[in-house]
C-alpha cells in the first residue's frame, strides 16, 4: 500500500535561518506532488507541485522553494525564513490522471 | 479557471443535530468533486468523492450528491456527534487529474455535547 511520510512534525526556527522539509512517498511510482501551506485558521494555499523529477511549478513566489531530486522525494526549502513564513506545511501525492490526493501529516513550523 | 466556494463558518451544532455544509463549484469541463476533512492538529482525510454528475460519496455517516445542474455538492449528516468537530474541504479535480485539487476555503464545524 501507499504511505506517504513528511517530518519532522514540529519545527522552531529563529528569522533568518535556512529551513528543509522533507517528504517521501512510498508503494507508488511517477507521483504528482505538492506543497500546501496552511496559515492558523486560514484555508489551503499551494505553494508546489510537481509532476516528475526536476520538474517543480511554483505557485506563489516567494522565498521558499522546492525540489524534487528522486522520483517520490519532495523537498521544500528556504534559504532565510521569515516570520511570515510560520504555519502548517503539508505534503501530498496524486497518482496521474487520479482522483484525489493524500496528504502527510504535516509540519507546524514557527518562525521566532 | 476553475473554483470553489463553500459556506463560511464556523458552525456550532448541537449533537444528533443534522449537518449541512454548502459547496457549490465552477469548472470548464467535468470534474470530480471531493470533501476532505482536518482533525486539530492533523493533515487533510479524504472523506468521499463523486466523479461524475448524480454520483452520491457517503462514508462515515456523510453524504454528498455530484449535482451537475445546480453545480453542487453539499455535505451532509444527519446526526452529528462530538468527534465529527473538524474542519471541511470541498474541492475539485479537473478531468484529466494532472493539475492539483482546487480547494475552498474550509468550514470549521463544532459539535458540542
Known amino acids: 500500500s501507499q504511505t506517504i511520510h513528511q517530518w519532522p512534525a514540529t519545527l522552531v526556527q529563529p528569522v533568518g535561518s535556512p529551513l528543509s522539509l522533507e517528504c517521501t512517498v512510498e508503494g507508488t511510482s511517477n507521483p504528482n506532488l505538492y506543497w500546501y501551506r496552511q496559515a492558523a485558521g486560514r484555508g489551503l494555499q499551494l505553494l508546489f507541485y510537481s509532476v516528475g523529477i526536476g520538474q517543480i511549478s511554483s505557485e506563489v513566489p516567494q522565498n521558499l522553494s522546492a525540489s524534487r531530486p528522486q522520483d517520490r522525494q519532495f523537498i521544500l526549502s528556504s534559504k532565510k525564513l521569515l516570520l511570515s513564513d510560520s504555519g502548517f506545511y503539508l505534503c501530498a501525492w496524486s497518482v496521474k490522471g487520479g482522483q484525489g490526493s493524500t496528504f502527510g501529516s504535516g509540519t507546524r513550523l514557527t518562525v521566532v | 479557471g476553475d473554483s470553489v466556494t463553500q459556506m463560511e463558518g464556523p458552525v456550532t451544532l448541537s449533537e444528533e443535530a443534522f449537518l449541512t455544509i454548502n459547496c457549490t463549484y465552477t469548472?470548464?469541463?467535468?470534474?470530480?468533486l471531493f470533501w476532505y476533512v482536518q482533525y486539530p492538529g492533523e493533515g487533510l482525510q479524504l472523506l468521499l468523492k463523486?466523479?461524475?454528475?448524480?454520483d452520491k460519496g457517503s462514508n462515515k455517516g456523510f453524504e454528498a450528491t455530484y449535482r451537475k445542474e445546480t453545480t453542487s455538492f453539499h455535505l451532509e449528516k444527519g446526526s452529528v456527534q462530538v468527534s465529527d468537530s473538524a474542519v471541511y474541504f470541498c474541492a475539485l479535480s479537473e478531468s484529466t487529474g494532472n493539475t492539483p485539487l482546487v480547494f475552498g476555503k474550509g468550514t470549521r464545524l463544532s459539535v458540542i455535547a
Open positions: 469548472a470548464t469541463g467535468y470534474p470530480s
Open positions: 463523486a466523479t461524475k454528475a448524480d
